[in-house]
């Protein structure tokens, strides 16, 4: 498809997942410490935030901070997570401006008591938003959100609320962070990276994958389109044949 045909609005993603990665060497590259490239990553958030909205995609999710990332170095972590709060802060106006409600997955009791908080009251402040929900993973991985399913599961099954035969891919669901939002149609990662990082493992499982190598804080609306042209380009099989989805 050429870069200048439009995207149909008819045929978008309702749920877009992000890894958004590259902050750290967006900023080596100019010769600053790596969170001048998580400050400069804050402007993206926007913009996807909100060409999201305006195209009429229902959710996205954000893959923020990783359960691995509580390895990095103290100070990096520190200052991420002063930036959380601050942003949270300063775009609540961005989320109620565009009617856009914030959710968030991730275990949030790792989070530092103001983050907890700040992120309590907007999303307390955006719960009648209903353009789109905005889903921040934060303190997040799938490998914790599938243990806690499974052992949540385990539980119901020995007090003998649930037979192990009832037990299916929706009960199994339900049981993630994740249940309240249809599975992502589209996961772009930015930064050239090619792998998922421990990212929506389960949810992603029939996701069309759009890598870039532009880096996050780079990232703007004409990068969206363009994953979005391509998306549009791809043919979603489900494990059929060609000749059965287009006949
Ligand atoms: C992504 O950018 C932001 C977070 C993981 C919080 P990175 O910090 O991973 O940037 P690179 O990959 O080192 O360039
Ligand atoms: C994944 O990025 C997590 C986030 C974007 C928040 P990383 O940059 O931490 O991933 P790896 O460790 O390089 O795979
Ligand atoms: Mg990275």
């Not at 909205?53 to 959710?59: H, N, P, S, T």
């Not at 972590?77 to 968030?104: C, D």
């Not at 103001?114 to 209903?130: F, K, M, P, W, Y």
């Not at 190598?213 to 042209?229: M, Q």
Request: proline fraction near 4%.
């Amino acid at each position: 498809m050429s870069s200048t045909s439009p995207v149909k609005p008819e045929h978008l993603p309702q749920h877009i997942a992000v890894i958004m990665d590259g902050n750290g060497r967006w900023a080596k590259k100019q010769g600053k410490i790596r969170i001048f490239g998580h400050q400069h990553g804050v402007r993206a958030v926007r913009e996807i935030a909100e060409g999201c909205a305006e195209l009429g995609i229902k959710y996205l999710t954000l893959y923020a901070f990783s359960t691995e990332n509580w390895n990095r170095p103290k100070f990096e972590v520190n200052a991420l997570m002063g930036l959380l709060v601050k942003t949270i802060r300063q775009e609540t106006e961005t989320l109620q401006k565009n009617s856009i409600r914030l959710e968030a997955i991730g275990d949030r009791s790792h989070l530092p008591q103001d983050c907890q908080r700040e992120l309590d009251e907007a999303i307390e402040a955006t719960r009648s938003n209903d353009r789109m929900t905005l889903i921040l993973a934060l303190s997040y991985s799938s490998k914790w959100d599938i243990l806690n399913a499974v052992r949540s599961i385990a539980h119901e099954v020995k007090l003998g609320k649930l037979e192990p035969e009832a037990i299916d891919e929706d009960l199994i669901s339900s049981f993630l962070t994740t249940r309240d939002y249809p599975n992502p149609e589209l996961m772009i990662r930015t930064s050239g990276e090619q792998r998922i990082s421990n990212f929506l493992l389960w949810e992603l499982a029939y996701s069309e994958f759009y890598f870039t190598d532009v880096l996050w804080p780079d990232f703007r609306k004409e990068h969206l389109i363009e994953a979005l042209k391509e998306y549009q380009n791809r043919e979603r099989r489900f494990g059929k044949t060609s000749e059965q989805i287009t006949k």
